[in-house]
């Protein structure tokens, strides 16, 4: 028995090939070999016609969407520009539109503890202020590389770069 951690590595054997497996105590066993237990959920219940007709589009759209961006150029160099859609536009509606909301709430706020100083609209004033707070946009930094984490590298795992590789293919 070795530990690498927090977890405990312990030796088994697959119940289906009899191959024999490293299992880490904190993650899910597995068999790399016959890939035994790598979907552990169980069996999927039976789907209604709404769930059935859901992934029956989504499949749809992502093959549509795999076309598309396996045929198209990635160089940006050739001209094309990204291609605008309905669903794209509308995304940009929305987001403007939380923004709009935002900047009135404050703009109220501000009137409200402006006109009605040392009066009532004092109160309706600071909570609008405090939603317009609650509801900003928040620009955050992606985390440095101190921040990250562990870094696997091929040689520290490979059974799950070999199922990278494999799935890759």
Not at 70 to 92: C, E, F, I
Not at 120 to 138: I, T
């Amino acid at each position: 028995m070795r530990t690498t951690g927090e977890g405990v590595l312990e030796s088994s054997s697959c119940p289906e090939c009899d191959t024999e497996i490293q299992v880490d105590s904190r993650f899910t066993k597995w068999c790399p070999a016959c890939d035994w237990n790598v979907d552990p959920g169980g069996p999927e219940e039976s789907r209604g016609r709404l769930e059935t007709l859901r992934r029956t589009l989504a499949q749809r759209h992502g093959e549509r969407l795999l076309t598309t961006m396996s045929t198209a150029s990635t160089d940006a160099a050739d001209g094309r520009r990204a291609r605008r859609d309905v669903s794209g536009v509308l995304a940009y509606a929305v987001a403007l539109l939380i923004h709009a909301v935002t900047a009135l709430l404050t703009v109220t706020g501000i009137w409200c503890l402006v006109s009605g100083w040392g009066g009532f609209l004092m109160l309706p004033g600071a909570f609008l202020l405090l939603l317009a707070w609650a509801l900003r946009p928040r620009l955050t930094r992606l985390p440095s590389d101190e921040d990250a984490g562990v870094v696997l590298r091929r040689p520290d795992a490979p059974e799950l770069f070999a199922l990278i590789d494999e799935v890759g293919v």
